[in-house]
């Protein structure tokens, strides 16, 4: 053993090959065992399976129309409220129980000589949006457009409008510019960004779209909005695993909605793992009976476990709810060629 002592000093000194090879086994070794370490270590519950391809690819229903880009517009001096004391005279323009009484007031407050012109901006929002629930959209949107001219900076005036243009008037360009404008006066409201991601959605633009849905969830770590704008995203991109993950953080913070679930179960459905599938669309139909989607794919999902009865029922249901729906027949059609 001794005499390998001075042989080994000879070959540290004069052969640099010998010498590195000697710093960088050890590190090699310690590399190797945490490796093989984290491979062989148990599966964590819930744990999925995302290397199995899935058997049948589902389509979500279309969303909104198609609309061209917009040009961020230049920042702007804040918004600022009222004072306190002036703002007590829009107490009556603010009740939500009665919209009607809710226009009639700021009706009131708007024709009032003594009305202080800086409560006029807030007395046409509030009015606007009255006039949305009593299902009045050109009148909201008249009032929006006065507010704006009479405080260009109220971000949550674009961003009404903007909701105004995009669910109701069904204008997406003019919502894309609203939204724009929102996040342009307010760069950390997460909602705007979550809102014109979804018409980024629907014009086809998902790398557009994430983008925005980052955004937003960068800003507010449980909008949920965002994380429904990135599944559905993830789903036209058939990234399961992530679907799977922004679909559980929704259960995880909507747990009475039935859209995590219908997310997370058409996760599993793709990978084949249909009996957590088929506990997903159970819960979103305890949530939301009347809602077709969630009948078809566990129809589907009794389907590739050979329980035919139990996917005929469903979709028996799925056609109640919507005759002749294109996809629960053609899945119908597929069961009965298999059953021959």
């Known amino acids: 053993m001794t005499s390998l002592i001075p042989a080994h000093g000879k070959l540290w000194y004069d052969d640099p090959w010998y010498r590195a090879a000697w710093l960088a086994l ?14 062989a270590r148990p599966a964590a519950p819930g744990d999925v399976p995302w290397a199995k391809p899935g058997e049948q690819s589902e389509k979500r229903p279309a969303e909104r129309k198609d609309e061209p880009p917009a040009q961020n517009p230049p920042q702007q001096k804040p918004y600022e409220a009222p004072p306190l004391a002036e ?15 809710v226009v009639q007031a700021c009706t009131l407050l708007l024709s009032s000589a003594s009305t202080p012109a800086n409560l006029m901006p807030e007395g046409y929002f509030q009015r606007a949006w009255a006039y949305r629930q009593v299902n009045q959209p050109q009148l909201a949107l008249d009032d929006y457009n006065r507010a704006i001219a009479l405080t260009p900076n109220d971000y949550r005036i674009f961003n009404d409008r903007g909701r105004l243009w995009r669910d109701v008037l069904k204008n997406n360009e003019r919502a894309y510019e609203d ?4 996040i ?6 997460a909602e705007a960004y979550a809102s014109r991601g979804w018409l980024l959605i629907a014009a086809n633009r998902p790398n557009d779209a994430l983008g925005d849905m980052n955004s937003a969830l960068i800003r507010d770590p449980k909008n949920t909005l965002a994380y429904e704008g990135r599944a559905n995203i993830f789903e036209k991109l058939k990234s399961w695993r992530l679907m799977f993950e922004d679909a559980a953080k929704m259960i995880e913070l909507m747990p009475n909605d039935r859209t995590g679930y219908e997310y997370r179960g058409h996760a599993f459905f793709e990978n084949g793992q249909y009996q957590a599938a088929i506990a997903d669309f159970t819960k979103a139909i305890t949530i939301a009976p009347q809602e077709i989607y969630s009948y078809r794919l566990r129809g589907r999902s009794y389907y590739f476990l050979n329980e035919y009865d139990k996917a005929a029922l469903d979709y028996s ?24």
């Open 87 to 101: 703002q007590n005279l829009l107490a009556p323009c603010q009740r939500t129980d009665d919209w009607n009484a």
């Open 26 to 39: 050890p590190q090699a070794a310690a590399l190797f065992v945490v490796g093989w370490a984290w491979l």
């Open 317 to 340: 249901i799925a056609m109640r709810i919507v005759p002749n729906d294109s996809d629960t027949l053609g899945y119908i059609r597929d069961m009965q060629r298999r059953r021959r």
């Open 184 to 189: 342009a006066l307010k760069p950390d409201f």
């Open 179 to 182: 939204f724009s404008r929102t």
